[in-house]
């Protein structure tokens, strides 16, 4: 099956700063790759998602790149904020369901 | 905006309890999921269901099974609670994609957790 790396588990940022979370697959047949932030005392919640016939989607201050060749996918977020403090999930998929990375804790510090 | 709810925020049961754990979905979802969270191991697929009365394996089903008789429902159940499966439970649903089940947003419910003594 599917088996999804994600890294760091933790990062640490100052508020403005640009945070990079990276996550690596191991099925070739994964196509689609979305990214989960779970506040605390909440679920999971969907921020972007990439789908294989495309390398890179932006949306604001987030953006996702894909790189399909090496099968690793990026997170980048960009002036960072408070508000961004939350566990970050990144996903993959092919048909049926959903292998989540481990998670990375993103601490934004004002 | 889709709600999922789950019956409970925190729930204590004694080991060798029978315990059922409901998730209800108010937006039309075909596709409905449970999943286990532990720190450090992630998000793990219990089981998911596609459809009222179908249900599919996830990556960790031992010791549980679920039900689903309403398309709006679907239920968690242990059997026989022991203490390793004390954690974060959380269901999600999702709408029925053409090509698969996982091609859609899953939204979330708020969590379970549950502590087995």
């Known amino acids: 099956g599917e088996n999804v790396e994600q890294h760091p588990s933790t990062l640490s940022v100052q508020e403005g700063d640009s945070a990079v979370i990276k996550c690596t697959y191991s099925d070739s047949a994964s196509n689609y790759f979305p990214w989960y932030k779970q506040e605390l005392g909440k679920g999971p919640q969907l921020i972007i998602d990439?789908?294989?016939?495309?390398g890179e989607k932006k949306d604001q201050r987030i953006a996702v790149t894909l790189n399909k060749t090496a099968k690793h996918f990026s997170l980048h977020i960009t002036e960072t904020q408070p508000e961004d403090s939350a566990v970050y999930f990144c996903a993959a998929s092919g048909y049926s369901t959903l292998t989540f990375g481990k998670g990375t804790m993103l601490l934004v510090s004002p | 905006d889709v709600k999922v709810t789950q019956s409970s925020r925190y729930l204590v049961k004694r080991t060798g309890e029978k315990v059922f754990l409901e998730c209800v979905q108010d937006?039309?979802?075909?596709?409905m999921f449970w999943y286990r969270q532990d720190p450090g191991l992630g998000l793990r697929l219990i089981y998911f269901s596609y459809d009222v009365k179908m249900k599919e394996k996830g990556d960790i089903p031992e010791g549980y099974s679920v039900s689903r008789e309403k398309k709006e429902r679907f239920s968690l159940i242990l059997e026989s609670a022991s203490t390793n499966q004390t954690s974060m439970y959380l269901c999600?649903?999702?709408?029925?994609?053409?090509?698969?089940?996982?091609?859609?947003?899953?939204?979330f419910g708020p969590g379970t957790r549950l502590t087995v003594l």
């Open positions: 990439i789908r294989s016939n495309v």
């Open positions: 937006m039309d979802h075909e596709n």
């Open positions: 999600a649903s999702s709408l029925s994609g053409g090509l698969g089940t996982s091609y859609n947003e899953q939204f």
